[in-house]
């Protein structure tokens, strides 16, 4: 089991940059695959990101490939999606996500944390 905490979230000009934090405590973290998702109201929650136990093995959603990063650290529990060239459009609540597939869909993640907020100004 692990418990997840986002933070790093805030407002910014459009073509900046944030670089969320999905803090984890359970000492079975290092076991899990982590994703990114995000959600407006009224929508469905979007897959973002996603890392696997191994740093080399990640994917992204089109809409931020080539200007998200996601990167994990095993040591200090934490994983990060780093966030430049922001658009309008990336404006949302930001989840970080655990499960044990390689997966990028909502249902088969078994571990959420509660989101921070995302804007970006025009």
């Known amino acids: 089991q692990v418990q997840l905490v986002e933070s790093g979230g805030g407002l910014v000009q459009a073509g900046g940059s944030l670089r969320l934090s999905c803090a984890a405590s359970?000492?079975?973290?290092?076991?899990?695959?982590i994703g990114w998702f995000r959600q407006t109201p009224g929508k469905e929650r979007e897959f973002v990101a996603h890392?696997?136990?191994?740093?080399?093995?990640?994917a992204y959603a089109d809409s931020v490939k080539g200007r998200f990063t996601i990167s994990r650290d095993n040591a200090r529990n934490t994983v990060y999606l780093q966030m430049n060239s922001l658009k309008p459009e990336d404006t949302a609540v930001y989840y970080c996500a655990a499960t044990n597939y390689l997966t990028v869909t909502p249902r088969l993640y078994n571990y959420w944390g509660q989101g921070t907020q995302v804007t970006v100004s025009s």
């Open positions: 359970g000492r079975t973290f290092n076991n899990y695959r």
């Open positions: 890392v696997s136990q191994n740093v080399g093995s990640t």
